[in-house]
């Protein structure tokens, strides 16, 4: 089975912690890293995401998600690494949206530990259109 790689950027630090130990024990997802930039990053993000091994670039970012400037500087992000999800989710964790390329924008009720985990997996299928 192969895993869904999943890279935390910038999300505050509890729901970091939360996020980071949901998808820790799921056995069909791995963290890859963490990545300590803000929402205006999206350039160095990239960087960072084409500087990481192949086996270990991310499928799915979880962002925190500020405003819908910070949302387009994001979809730069996916242009340039068009096979990436990005998972973005508000500072008090209250909304999740799911941002690819397709496009494609899913707003998520259940922004629980395991809600994030749902949409985590959800962004990792490939038939989604």
Not at 61 to 71: F, G, L, N, Q
Not at 102 to 110: G, I, K, M, N, W
């Amino acid at each position: 089975m192969q895993q869904i790689r999943v890279l935390l950027a910038s999300p505050p630090g509890v729901l970091r912690k939360v996020i980071e130990h949901a998808v820790s024990a799921q056995s069909d997802m791995r963290l890859v890293g963490e990545y300590d930039g803000r929402d205006s990053h999206a350039r160095t993000l990239s960087k960072t995401i084409t500087e990481l091994s192949a086996s270990d670039r991310p499928d799915v970012v979880v962002v925190e998600r500020a405003d819908e400037r910070s949302m387009r500087l994001l979809d730069g992000l996916l242009y340039e690494h068009p096979r990436l999800a990005v998972l973005a989710v508000t500072g008090g964790g209250r909304e999740a949206h799911l941002r690819v390329l397709r496009p494609y924008e899913e707003s998520f009720a259940d922004v629980s530990p395991l809600g994030i985990v749902a949409a985590i997996r959800e962004s990792g299928r490939p038939e989604r259109t």
